[in-house]
């Protein structure tokens, strides 16, 4: 098959998300080393973690802004090559303050790549499912090799090495993508960013029912995903009673099946529709959780954190959802606009998952995202079913 220039694009924005994912995920394996460094607490380098997530949120909504006003390629390229920049900073950092404006500011920046490389591809492709689930392999495929990478290289060369290596990555991405495409024309190059920022067009996009109702899917969708990233190898320790070795192997596998599984979705929802790709997503999920938490056994894991896998590549499907409801004109904008609100109560499932399981056990805890992706799903349904235009 002759190679493309849309498939240039999608293979180069692809590369951009793994680089700011892999920022992003290359401090929490070398935590217990940085704490020792700057002779502190895990709760004030948690803390910096903390303002590194919800910066990426918040950047979400502006970079949308940014690249109606200045064209989608300058933004990723300031993405990719500040997410580069910034990991060095953390990397050199000679003071604890430095560090935790470094790690705040890393995901600042890699939170301009996401919503505006998503909208540059629905640009580019009419079948965008297909190409989301493609670009989203990015960022899982980053989630499994960082953690190793990383932590090997600390063990070899010391946490400053390990972080830094973000660069060595990240520079060679940016100038490729600087060098192989091309600018799209923006598509409000003379209008000041002050005048983008309106409340009531914001309102008026939120409220259009399919907007809010897609919302509401990914707000829980993600939630469940940031809840199971965050405990699922304490699950299997505590739950199964499973070696710190095969939770971490398992671990892995659901990553490495969200990763394979992203392209299926995107690819099955362009062919038979969102929401019935959505509903089996969620679906799935539920049936996971429920034999992660019933079953024992290594086959019944492996089977439970498989669906789990597959529930948890949802946003391949939700995320073209989304652009079918925002005009052409409005997708940058729009899209990241939803993309914060999402991100930043979804960031919660962390919080929550760990509450609930040291007040009332994994089993309520983990059955709780279990019941909330079955009533969404149910939601979807009904939707379906009797045409209610959400």
Known sequence: MEWRYRETVLALCTLAFFVTMVGRLAISPVLPDIVSTFSTTNAVVGLSLTGMWLAYGLAQY???????????????????????????????????WL???????????????????????????????????????????????APIAVAWLAVQFGWRVAVGTVAIVG??????????????????????LRKRVDPETASAVLTRPAVAFTLLISIV????????????????????????????????????????????????SDRVGRDGTLAACLFAGAVGYGILIAMSGLGWLLVGV????????????????????????????????????????????????????????????FGVLGGLLTLVGVAIVLNWLFDWGY
Do not use: C
């Open 221 to 268: 969708g993600e939630f469940a995903w940031q809840g199971t990233a965050s405990f699922l190898p304490t699950f299997l320790i505590e739950h199964h009673n499973v070696s710190t070795a095969l939770a971490g192997a398992i671990f892995s596998a659901y990553f490495v099946v969200q990763g394979v599984a992203q392209i299926g979705v995107g690819a099955v």
């Open 62 to 96: 502006p970079s949308g802004l940014l690249a109606d006003r200045y064209g989608e390629r300058l933004i990723i390229l300031i993405a990719v090559g500040g997410t580069a920049g910034a990991a060095l900073l953390v990397a050199l950092a000679p003071a604890l």
């Open 306 to 365: 498989a669906l789990l896998g597959v529930a948890m590549s949802f946003d391949a499907a939700s995320m073209p959802r989304f652009f079918r409801a925002f005009s052409t004109a409005e997708r940058n904008t729009s899209f990241g606009l939803v993309r914060t609100i999402y991100m930043i109560i979804a960031a919660t499932g962390s919080v929550v998952v760990g509450a609930l399981a040291d007040f009332a056990g994994w089993s309520i805890s």
């Open 99 to 145: 560090f935790f404006g470094a790690t705040v500011l890393l995901g600042g920046v890699a939170g301009l790549h996401y919503s505006v490389a998503t909208a540059f591809l629905a640009r580019t492709y009419e079948s965008v499912g297909t190409a989301i689930g493609v670009h989203n392999a990015g960022g899982t495929v980053a989630g499994l090799v």
């Open 171 to 192: 520079i060679p991405v940016a100038v490729v993508f600087a060098l192989k495409i091309r600018s799209p024309e923006p598509r409000y190059p003379e209008t000041p």
